[in-house]
Nanobody, 120 residues
């Protein structure tokens, strides 16, 4: 079965950290760029970070630069999103998507997401 599965979400206090995982099955994730998205209630779906398939270059939206880090684990066919210094405005459902190139516009595979809640 070809799929992406996210995990690692949860409830964390402001300033805390979480590491999200996006695990692929049925295909090799290294052949794709991987984008992390997030969506909060009443807010437009937002692409947060991308890691390329070729040179593993990373890109981030300004609001998460310096706090989030995206990385690949080829042995485990997984991409991670390390999130530090979390803020309440980071609260959202985070999902991952595989694309031929960073930021799409076409996405071949989508995960169902994992909820991140930042609250005291």
């Amino acid at each position: 079965q070809l799929q992406l599965v996210e995990s690692g979400g949860g409830l964390v206090q402001p300033g805390g950290s979480l590491r999200l995982s996006c695990a692929a099955s049925g295909f090799t994730l290294d052949y794709y760029a991987l984008v992390w998205f997030r969506q909060a209630p009443g807010v437009e779906h937002e692409a947060v970070s991308c890691i390329s398939s070729s040179d593993k270059s990373e890109d981030y939206i300004d609001s998460v630069k310096g706090r989030f880090t995206i990385s690949r684990d080829s042995a485990n066919n997984t991409v991670y999103l390390q999130m530090n210094s979390l803020k309440p405005e980071d609260t959202a459902r985070y999902s991952c998507a595989a694309s031929p190139s960073c930021w799409g516009p076409e996405y071949d595979y989508w995960g169902r997401g994992t909820q991140v809640t930042v609250s005291s």
